[in-house]
Protein backbone atom coordinates (compact mmCIF):
# COMPACT_ATOMS: atom_id res chain seq x y z
CA UNK A 1 0.00 0.00 0.00
CA UNK A 2 1.51 3.55 -0.89
CA UNK A 3 2.48 6.14 1.64
CA UNK A 4 1.30 9.45 1.32
CA UNK A 5 1.39 12.53 2.95
CA UNK A 6 -1.04 15.67 2.74
CA UNK A 7 0.32 18.74 3.37
CA UNK A 8 -2.81 21.57 4.22
CA UNK A 9 -1.63 25.12 4.19
CA UNK A 10 -3.99 27.67 6.01
CA UNK A 11 -5.73 27.97 9.49
CA UNK A 12 -6.45 24.30 10.97
CA UNK A 13 -9.61 25.11 12.37
CA UNK A 14 -10.70 26.05 8.71
CA UNK A 15 -8.50 23.23 7.30
CA UNK A 16 -10.13 20.17 9.63
CA UNK A 17 -13.04 20.84 8.00
CA UNK A 18 -11.89 19.27 4.49
CA UNK A 19 -10.92 15.40 6.44
CA UNK A 20 -13.46 13.09 6.57
CA UNK A 21 -15.40 12.06 9.65
CA UNK A 22 -13.46 9.07 11.48
CA UNK A 23 -10.19 8.97 9.16
CA UNK A 24 -7.05 9.64 11.45
CA UNK A 25 -5.68 6.73 13.74
CA UNK A 26 -3.38 9.68 15.86
CA UNK A 27 -2.90 13.20 16.38
CA UNK A 28 0.03 14.31 17.85
CA UNK A 29 0.90 17.70 17.98
CA UNK A 30 1.77 21.05 19.92
CA UNK A 31 0.27 24.33 19.45
CA UNK A 32 1.48 27.45 19.98
CA UNK A 33 1.26 27.98 24.00
CA UNK A 34 -0.40 30.77 25.63
CA UNK A 35 1.10 34.18 24.31
CA UNK A 36 3.73 32.41 22.69
CA UNK A 37 5.15 32.40 18.87
CA UNK A 38 3.60 35.91 18.58
CA UNK A 39 5.54 36.91 15.03
CA UNK A 40 4.68 33.55 13.23
CA UNK A 41 1.20 32.38 14.92
CA UNK A 42 0.02 35.78 16.51
CA UNK A 43 -0.16 34.76 20.20
CA UNK A 44 -3.05 33.86 22.12
CA UNK A 45 -3.99 35.27 25.48
CA UNK A 46 -3.79 33.07 28.25
CA UNK A 47 -7.21 33.99 29.03
CA UNK A 48 -8.26 33.43 25.66
CA UNK A 49 -6.82 30.46 25.05
CA UNK A 50 -9.59 28.33 25.62
CA UNK A 51 -12.12 29.77 23.60
CA UNK A 52 -9.25 30.09 20.98
CA UNK A 53 -8.66 26.04 21.03
CA UNK A 54 -12.32 24.55 21.45
CA UNK A 55 -13.22 24.70 17.82
CA UNK A 56 -9.97 22.82 17.48
CA UNK A 57 -10.43 20.26 19.07
CA UNK A 58 -14.21 19.90 18.36
CA UNK A 59 -12.25 19.06 14.33
CA UNK A 60 -9.90 16.97 16.00
CA UNK A 61 -12.83 14.85 17.91
CA UNK A 62 -14.64 14.40 14.58
CA UNK A 63 -11.89 13.09 12.84
CA UNK A 64 -10.26 11.30 15.22
CA UNK A 65 -11.17 7.41 14.54
CA UNK A 66 -13.13 6.07 17.49
CA UNK A 67 -10.13 3.41 18.20
CA UNK A 68 -7.51 6.36 17.95
CA UNK A 69 -5.61 8.97 20.22
CA UNK A 70 -5.18 12.38 20.51
CA UNK A 71 -1.76 13.84 22.28
CA UNK A 72 -1.63 17.34 23.28
CA UNK A 73 1.76 18.92 24.16
CA UNK A 74 1.07 22.00 26.09
CA UNK A 75 2.57 23.72 29.02
CA UNK A 76 1.16 26.40 31.64
CA UNK A 77 2.85 29.58 31.61
CA UNK A 78 3.59 31.78 34.55
CA UNK A 79 1.39 35.25 34.61
CA UNK A 80 2.13 37.88 37.59
CA UNK A 81 3.83 35.40 39.36
CA UNK A 82 1.41 32.78 39.22
CA UNK A 83 0.79 29.88 37.07
CA UNK A 84 -1.93 30.21 34.79
CA UNK A 85 -4.64 27.54 34.58
CA UNK A 86 -5.91 28.03 30.83
CA UNK A 87 -4.15 24.00 30.28
CA UNK A 88 -6.56 22.81 33.36
CA UNK A 89 -9.64 24.76 32.62
CA UNK A 90 -8.55 23.70 28.74
CA UNK A 91 -8.90 19.84 30.18
CA UNK A 92 -12.00 20.60 31.74
CA UNK A 93 -14.05 21.71 28.75
CA UNK A 94 -12.79 19.14 26.02
CA UNK A 95 -14.23 17.21 28.45
CA UNK A 96 -17.72 18.37 28.23
CA UNK A 97 -17.04 18.38 24.67
CA UNK A 98 -16.72 14.79 24.48
CA UNK A 99 -13.34 13.82 24.93
CA UNK A 100 -11.83 11.50 27.38
CA UNK A 101 -8.98 12.46 29.33
CA UNK A 102 -7.05 9.13 29.43
CA UNK A 103 -3.61 9.96 30.68
CA UNK A 104 -1.07 12.48 30.89
CA UNK A 105 2.64 11.86 30.13
CA UNK A 106 5.38 13.96 31.10
CA UNK A 107 8.18 14.77 28.37
CA UNK A 108 11.53 15.48 30.81
CA UNK A 109 13.70 17.96 28.89
CA UNK A 110 16.90 16.91 29.71
CA UNK A 111 18.75 19.87 28.36
CA UNK A 112 16.24 22.42 29.22
CA UNK A 113 17.47 26.02 28.64
CA UNK A 114 19.04 27.26 32.42
CA UNK A 115 18.00 30.48 34.16
CA UNK A 116 17.35 32.50 37.16
CA UNK A 117 14.76 33.69 38.79
CA UNK A 118 13.62 35.56 42.10
CA UNK A 119 10.98 32.95 42.67
CA UNK A 120 11.15 29.81 40.83
CA UNK A 121 13.36 27.12 39.02
CA UNK A 122 13.94 26.52 35.60
CA UNK A 123 10.84 24.26 33.62
CA UNK A 124 12.74 20.95 32.91
CA UNK A 125 9.35 19.12 32.03
CA UNK A 126 6.01 19.65 29.35
CA UNK A 127 3.01 17.96 29.78
CA UNK A 128 2.19 15.51 27.04
CA UNK A 129 -1.81 14.91 27.49
CA UNK A 130 -3.50 11.71 26.09
CA UNK A 131 -7.16 12.44 24.91
CA UNK A 132 -9.30 9.66 23.14
CA UNK A 133 -13.22 9.29 22.10
CA UNK A 134 -13.72 5.99 23.42
CA UNK A 135 -12.42 3.59 26.63
CA UNK A 136 -11.63 1.09 24.37
CA UNK A 137 -8.51 2.25 21.97
CA UNK A 138 -5.73 1.00 19.95
CA UNK A 139 -2.78 1.05 22.22
CA UNK A 140 0.28 -1.10 21.67
CA UNK A 141 2.45 -0.92 24.39
CA UNK A 142 4.90 -4.15 23.50
CA UNK A 143 5.97 -1.92 20.96
CA UNK A 144 7.57 1.06 23.47
CA UNK A 145 9.03 -1.75 26.31
CA UNK A 146 12.23 -1.05 27.00
CA UNK A 147 15.58 -3.59 28.80
CA UNK A 148 15.20 -4.53 32.30
CA UNK A 149 17.76 -2.52 33.40
CA UNK A 150 20.59 -3.33 35.78
CA UNK A 151 18.89 -3.75 38.54
CA UNK A 152 17.10 -6.83 37.91
CA UNK A 153 20.75 -9.06 38.12
CA UNK A 154 20.77 -8.11 41.75
CA UNK A 155 17.01 -7.50 42.62
CA UNK A 156 15.61 -10.69 40.97
CA UNK A 157 18.76 -13.31 42.49
CA UNK A 158 17.60 -14.27 45.60
CA UNK A 159 14.12 -13.82 46.32
CA UNK A 160 12.49 -13.56 49.11
CA UNK A 161 9.54 -15.85 50.21
CA UNK A 162 6.57 -12.22 49.66
CA UNK A 163 8.67 -12.06 46.52
CA UNK A 164 7.52 -15.04 45.32
CA UNK A 165 3.56 -14.18 45.96
CA UNK A 166 1.69 -11.37 46.01
CA UNK A 167 2.36 -8.94 48.34
CA UNK A 168 -0.44 -6.66 48.85
CA UNK A 169 0.05 -2.93 50.38
CA UNK A 170 0.96 -2.79 53.58
CA UNK A 171 -1.40 1.10 53.84
CA UNK A 172 -4.88 -1.12 52.51
CA UNK A 173 -4.29 0.83 49.02
CA UNK A 174 -5.22 -2.23 46.92
CA UNK A 175 -1.95 -2.30 45.28
CA UNK A 176 0.80 -5.02 45.40
CA UNK A 177 3.35 -6.72 43.74
CA UNK A 178 4.82 -9.88 42.74
CA UNK A 179 8.36 -9.64 41.65
CA UNK A 180 9.04 -13.15 40.31
CA UNK A 181 6.91 -12.24 37.67
CA UNK A 182 9.82 -10.67 36.30
CA UNK A 183 12.01 -13.73 36.48
CA UNK A 184 13.21 -14.62 32.70
CA UNK A 185 12.35 -11.47 31.18
CA UNK A 186 14.59 -8.71 29.80
CA UNK A 187 12.13 -6.07 29.04
CA UNK A 188 9.48 -4.06 31.05
CA UNK A 189 7.01 -1.63 30.56
CA UNK A 190 7.96 1.86 30.67
CA UNK A 191 6.89 4.91 33.00
CA UNK A 192 4.86 7.53 31.62
CA UNK A 193 7.70 9.98 32.04
CA UNK A 194 9.42 10.66 28.71
CA UNK A 195 13.39 11.37 29.14
CA UNK A 196 14.57 13.27 26.21
CA UNK A 197 16.55 16.45 25.10
CA UNK A 198 15.08 19.53 23.40
CA UNK A 199 15.70 20.28 20.06
CA UNK A 200 14.78 23.47 17.34
CA UNK A 201 18.78 24.33 16.42
CA UNK A 202 18.31 22.32 13.37
CA UNK A 203 14.84 22.66 12.68
CA UNK A 204 14.43 26.10 11.16
CA UNK A 205 11.53 26.64 13.60
CA UNK A 206 11.60 28.17 17.51
CA UNK A 207 9.60 25.06 18.94
CA UNK A 208 10.55 22.02 17.37
CA UNK A 209 10.39 18.92 19.52
CA UNK A 210 12.67 16.11 18.95
CA UNK A 211 12.05 13.11 16.95
CA UNK A 212 11.93 10.58 19.12
CA UNK A 213 9.00 12.29 21.27
CA UNK A 214 6.07 11.71 17.80
CA UNK A 215 8.45 8.35 17.26
CA UNK A 216 7.48 7.18 20.83
CA UNK A 217 3.37 7.60 20.53
CA UNK A 218 3.72 6.51 16.37
CA UNK A 219 4.82 2.97 18.08
CA UNK A 220 2.53 2.79 21.17
CA UNK A 221 -0.73 3.68 18.88
CA UNK A 222 -0.58 3.00 15.82
CA UNK A 223 0.58 0.20 13.04
CA UNK A 224 1.71 0.57 9.52
CA UNK A 225 -0.30 2.47 7.02
CA UNK A 226 -2.11 3.89 9.61
CA UNK A 227 -2.67 7.79 9.69
CA UNK A 228 -0.97 10.38 11.37
CA UNK A 229 -2.44 14.03 11.98
CA UNK A 230 -0.50 17.44 13.16
CA UNK A 231 -2.89 19.85 12.83
CA UNK A 232 0.18 22.37 14.27
CA UNK A 233 3.08 20.79 11.74
CA UNK A 234 5.58 23.24 12.21
CA UNK A 235 9.09 21.94 10.70
CA UNK A 236 7.20 18.47 10.36
CA UNK A 237 8.51 16.56 12.57
CA UNK A 238 5.46 14.51 12.86
CA UNK A 239 5.23 14.16 9.39
CA UNK A 240 8.92 13.48 8.92
CA UNK A 241 8.91 10.44 11.46
CA UNK A 242 5.32 8.90 9.67
CA UNK A 243 7.00 8.93 6.63
CA UNK A 244 10.03 6.81 7.73
CA UNK A 245 7.72 4.32 9.93
CA UNK A 246 5.32 3.54 6.83
CA UNK A 247 1.88 5.91 8.61
CA UNK A 248 0.37 8.13 6.25
CA UNK A 249 0.13 11.77 7.26
CA UNK A 250 -1.86 15.50 7.60
CA UNK A 251 -0.02 18.10 8.51
CA UNK A 252 -1.55 21.53 8.79
CA UNK A 253 0.48 24.92 9.42
CA UNK A 254 -0.35 28.55 8.27
CA UNK A 255 2.92 29.68 7.66
CA UNK A 256 3.87 28.97 4.33
CA UNK A 257 7.74 28.49 4.74
CA UNK A 258 7.04 25.80 6.84
CA UNK A 259 5.14 23.71 4.20
CA UNK A 260 7.18 23.98 1.33
CA UNK A 261 10.35 22.78 4.33
CA UNK A 262 8.33 19.76 4.71
CA UNK A 263 7.54 19.48 1.17
CA UNK A 264 10.52 19.44 0.16
CA UNK A 265 12.19 17.07 3.11
CA UNK A 266 9.20 14.91 2.43
CA UNK A 267 10.39 14.04 -1.32
CA UNK A 268 10.29 11.71 -3.02
CA UNK A 269 7.16 10.44 -1.13
CA UNK A 270 3.61 11.03 -2.55
CA UNK A 271 2.33 14.72 -1.29
CA UNK A 272 -0.69 16.15 -1.56
CA UNK A 273 -0.40 19.63 -1.47
CA UNK A 274 -3.81 21.84 -0.25
CA UNK A 275 -2.88 25.41 -0.59
CA UNK A 276 -4.66 28.74 0.07
CA UNK A 277 -4.29 32.12 -1.42
CA UNK A 278 -6.56 33.66 1.04
CA UNK A 279 -5.13 35.36 4.55
CA UNK A 280 -5.30 33.43 8.09
CA UNK A 281 -8.76 32.04 8.63
CA UNK A 282 -10.22 32.96 5.37
CA UNK A 283 -10.56 29.76 2.91
CA UNK A 284 -11.19 29.17 -0.23
CA UNK A 285 -11.76 26.23 -2.16
CA UNK A 286 -8.56 23.98 -2.50
CA UNK A 287 -6.21 23.55 -5.46
CA UNK A 288 -4.47 19.59 -4.57
CA UNK A 289 -1.34 19.17 -6.31
CA UNK A 290 0.49 15.94 -6.58
CA UNK A 291 4.04 16.09 -5.79
CA UNK A 292 6.16 13.08 -6.58
Given amino acids: MEITASIFLGDCKEQLK ?41 QLLRVLNPT ?37 FIW ?18 ERLLQFNKSRKFNMYQEEVMIPMGEWANSRLQNLSDTDKIRDNSK ?32 KNHSAAYPEELPEWFIKLFTRENDTVLDPFMGSGTTLIVAK ?15 CEMVRKQLKPLEIYLFESKEDYGKIKPKRRTALR
Fill in 18 to 58: YLADNSVDLIVTSPPYADQRKSTYGGIPHDKYVEWFLPISE
Fill in 171 to 202: VGSGFGKNISNWLDRDKAYPTNVLHLATECNN
Fill in 108 to 125: HKKNCYPGKWPNRFRDAW
Fill in 68 to 104: GTFILNIKEKVVDGERSTYVMELILEMRKQGWLWTEE
Fill in 244 to 258: RMKRNSIGIDIVPEY
